[in-house]
């Protein structure tokens, strides 16, 4: 069975950081391209960042260019989402997404607030 497990969101002041984790399982995760994306209240569901099989070429939507950083170690099945200076727009459920398996997080509550 096919499994994104996200965890390690939560409050942060403004200027912040967080680094949520993203395990997968039920597939040779090594073999597939992953993805992060986010939904804010009250907004469409939106691309955050891509990352190739072997972590290279990452791709970042504009708004979070210089800002976020997406990583993967193979060997532990997990992808990485390093999010540095947080603002308040950033508040949002967090999402792990395999476009390959079809394959959906259920997702981590990042709230960026003072």
């Known amino acids: 069975q096919v499994q994104l497990v996200e965890s390690g969101g939560g409050l942060v002041q403004p200027g912040g950081s967080l680094r949520p984790p993203c395990v997968a399982s039920?597939?040779?995760?090594?073999?597939?391209?992953m993805s992060w994306y986010r939904q804010a209240p009250g907004k469409e569901r939106e691309l955050v960042a891509v990352?190739?099989?072997?972590?290279?070429?990452?791709d970042y939507a504009d708004f979070v260019k210089g800002r976020f950083t997406i990583s993967r170690d193979n060997a532990k099945n997990t992808v990485y989402l390093r999010m540095n200076y947080l603002k308040p727009e950033d508040t949002a459920i967090y999402y792990c997404?395999?476009?390959?398996?079809?394959?959906w997080g259920r997702g981590t509550q990042v709230t960026v607030s003072s």
């Open positions: 997404h395999c476009f390959a398996r079809a394959a």
């Open positions: 990352i190739s099989q072997i972590g290279t070429d990452p």
């Open positions: 039920g597939f040779s995760f090594l073999n597939y391209a």
